[in-house]
């Protein structure tokens, strides 16, 4: 996998007009300038927020892409539950590294967190 190549033109595309310009008009040809996988490419193009960050993408810089695109904060977040519940547990990069067991051990972890706290238990 070749997140690094995924992240730098994400973030590149967020900060560069004459890499947004690009991405609208000649997509195909800026994609032959990153390392990127097939599923990437896909992902890219498909505007799949879900696998985007499965795949490891940093959500800062994910927010931002999917901020150009016009996708509002509640419907960015829905992407990535269903991305998890789709593809799986976050594969890469610093999610990865947190041991995330998935939605529902997420939840489960809030909800005894939360219990605590209403106990006086912090």
Known sequence: MSLYYVQKLLYQLNRDPHVR????????????????????????????LGLLYV????????????ALHGIAWPDYIEALRQGLKKYGPVREGVYAETGYQGIAAHDEALRARRAATSQGKT
């Open 55 to 66: 795949i490891g993408v940093n959500g800062q810089i994910l927010m931002h892409f999917s």
């Open 21 to 48: 310009k690009r991405y609208d008009s000649e997509l195909d040809e800026l994609l032959t300038e990153y390392d990127l996988t097939a599923e990437e490419i896909q992902a890219i193009k498909a505007l799949d």
